[in-house]
C-alpha cells in the first residue's frame, strides 16, 4: 500500500476527477450509510508522499535555476551564523576531518537530496602562526623560490 502525506473523502465525482489530474490517488470508494436509497458514493483519496517529495524537488530545482547555488549556500550559511567562504568542498567518498558541523552537514545532505552527489564540505583550518611566515602572496614569488 502507498504511503500517504494527505488523505480526503469527497463525494463530488468532479472534484475527484480534478485531483487525480493533480496526482492524488483514489483510494477506494464507499457508500455511506446514512442515504436511504444508497445512491451516494463516498470517494476517498490520497496525495502519495513520492509525488510530493518529487514536486518539493522541482520546486528546489527551479529556485536554484533562478539563484545561483552559491547564493542559496550563502543565506543557508547566515542562518546557520556561519560562513560560506570558511568551507571547502570535495567530491565523492566521506572525509570526517571538520566535517561535522550542522552546515558541513546541511550542505552535504542537499547535494545528496537534490543532485544525488555525494559531497563532503569541511572548514577550512586556519594556517597556524609559525607557518604563516612560510606563506607568500602569489605576487611575491619569484623564479628562483619555484622548485623546477
Excluded: C
Excluded at 567518498?93 to 552546515?103: A, F, H, R, V, W
Amino acid at each position: 500500500m502507498a504511503d500517504y502525506v494527505r488523505v480526503l473523502s469527497t463525494r463530488s465525482s468532479s472534484e475527484t476527477n480534478n485531483l487525480i489530474r493533480l496526482g492524488w490517488e483514489l483510494i477506494e470508494t464507499t457508500k455511506p450509510h446514512n442515504y436511504d436509497d444508497g445512491s451516494r458514493i463516498e470517494y476517498h483519496l490520497g496525495f502519495p508522499v513520492r509525488l510530493l517529495a518529487e514536486e518539493l524537488l522541482s520546486i528546489v530545482k527551479l529556485y536554484e535555476k533562478h539563484t545561483s547555488r552559491e547564493q542559496f549556500f550563502e543565506k543557508v550559511a547566515k542562518g546557520f551564523d556561519d560562513n560560506l567562504d570558511s568551507y571547502i568542498e570535495k567530491t565523492g567518498g566521506y572525509d570526517t576531518t571538520d566535517t561535522m558541523n550542522p552546515l558541513a552537514l546541511w550542505m552535504a545532505k542537499y547535494e545528496f537530496i537534490v543532485n544525488d552527489k555525494i559531497m563532503t564540505y569541511a572548514k577550512k583550518r586556519p594556517i597556524p602562526k609559525y607557518m604563516q611566515s612560510e606563506v607568500k602572496d602569489e605576487n611575491d614569488i619569484k623564479d628562483e623560490d619555484l622548485p623546477f
